[in-house]
T-cell receptor
Framework: DTGVSQDPRHKITKRGQNVTFRCDPISEHNRLYWYRQTLGQGPEFLTYFQNEAQLEKSRLLSDRFSAERPKGSFSTLEIQRTEQGDSAMYLC???????????????FGSGTQLSVL | GEDVEQSLFLSVREGDSSVINCTYTDSSSTYLYWYKQEPGAGLQLLTYIFSNMDMKQDQRLTVLLNKKDKHLSLRIADTQTGDSAIYFCAEGTGTASKLTFGTGTRLQVTL
């Protein structure tokens, strides 16, 4: 078990550019979450997948954001036309759930730190 | 909407107990969690409590829940320098883990 892996660890980009982040969840985990964390704040929910289906998106996820999990394994988060306000740590988490979730334990990756100049 | 609040900073001496407090507003919360975040790292789940419990102990960690006041606390016994980190409380309703996190409490352990 190698844990949740995120790539890259750091990304610096210019305003207006597109960026894509990747998350590899723990093997066999069927749920995958994306959170965003800004400096001095707790993580905020963005979206989550059950297998390959994207089941919920936060209002924080503007039209410039898109997430995919094509084969129910790894996921990508793309931000188009980045803005300075997108600068944050983007965290991925995964879990394994059978049926209706009771206490679902999320395992987080180390995150991708995005800086938009 | 949901809101989770924590004090920003706590300093304790090594060997003392630390108590980190959290208040939340969502009365439908089913599970309450404590996560630890060290610099440059993701969040590590420390412990959790189900909303029908009022206390849970796990080695050096004790979680107290006052559901009436929507108050959660984490006590760390015999605090060590390795406990220095940011601690987040989070609440969820137990369906999908769309957790709502607090702003985090930075714990500083001094010698």
């Amino acid at each position: 078990d190698t844990g949740v892996s995120q790539d890259p660890r750091h990304k610096i980009t210019k305003r207006g550019q597109n960026v894509t982040f990747r998350c590899d969840p723990i093997s066999e985990h069927n749920r995958l979450y994306w959170y965003r964390q800004t400096l001095g704040q707790g993580p905020e929910f963005l979206t989550y997948f059950q297998n390959e289906a994207q089941l919920e998106k936060s209002r924080l996820l503007s039209d410039r954001f898109s997430a995919e999990r094509p084969k129910g394994s790894f996921s990508t988060l793309e931000i188009q036309r980045t803005e300075q306000g997108d600068s944050a740590m983007y965290l991925c988490a995964s879990s394994f759930v059978i049926g209706a979730a009771g206490n679902e334990k999320l395992f987080f990756g180390s995150g991708t730190q995005l800086s938009v100049l | 909407g949901e809101d989770v609040e924590q004090s920003l900073f706590l300093s304790v001496r090594e060997g003392d107990s630390s108590v980190i407090n959290c208040t939340y507003t969502d009365s439908s919360s089913t599970y309450l969690y404590w996560y630890k975040q060290e610099p440059g790292a993701g969040l590590q789940l420390l412990t959790y409590i189900f909303s029908n419990m009022d206390m849970k102990q796990d080695q050096r960690l004790t979680v107290l829940l006052n559901k009436k006041d929507k108050h959660l606390s984490l006590r760390i016994a015999d605090t060590q320098t390795g406990d220095s980190a940011i601690y987040f409380c989070a609440e969820g309703t137990g369906t999908a883990s769309k957790l709502t996190f607090g702003t985090g409490t930075r714990l500083q352990v001094t010698l």
